[in-house]
């Protein structure tokens, strides 16, 4: 017994025109797609640099950086990484963390100045240390600070 045929098979095939139109519209439909995650990233980023250079550093940020402390040193670690934001909040767009320049510091601003206050106060009198890097470079320019830090023993 034979198969039966795709009844398609006997119809006439799409016209170019026809075929072209639907690639478009894929394509401008994938289009709109990125630039509303676009739109929507750019929202998100707004907002959370209003906060983070208008607000004071909460006591929940505070607490979630204990806790990311405690559970690296409970997992054997002697440093982790307890903040990060767009190093396009320091004055000079992370250039001087980039380039481990001594004056680091004087280029933030908002939380982060207010974090490493709080770690000239509190953290560095107890022995920690507080490393800021670059942790990532999307497109090959400086993306997000990452604020470490660290309770190693000192070396001799």
Not at 29 to 50: G, H, I, P, V, W
Request: some cysteine; overall charge neutral; glycine content about 6%.
């Amino acid at each position: 017994m034979s198969k039966p045929r795709d009844p398609s098979i006997n119809e006439p095939p799409p016209s170019a025109a026809k075929l072209q139109m639907s690639v478009v519209e894929r394509k401008m439909a994938e289009m709109e797609r990125r630039e509303k995650a676009k739109d929507a990233a750019q929202t998100r980023l707004e907002e959370f640099s209003n906060k983070f250079l208008g607000e004071d550093v909460s006591d929940m940020e505070i607490a979630t950086i204990r806790r990311r402390v405690m559970n690296a040193a409970n997992d054997g670690a002697f440093e982790t990484l307890v903040y990060s934001f767009p190093s396009d909040l320091c004055t000079d767009s992370g250039r001087a963390i980039t380039n481990h320049e001594a004056d680091w510091p004087k280029t933030l601003q908002g939380k982060a100045k207010q974090l490493y206050e709080r770690f000239e106060e509190f953290g560095k009198p107890n022995g920690y240390k507080l490393k800021a890097s670059i942790i990532n470079f999307p497109g090959g320019m400086p993306g997000d600070v990452g604020f470490f830090i660290n309770w190693a023993p000192n070396r001799p």
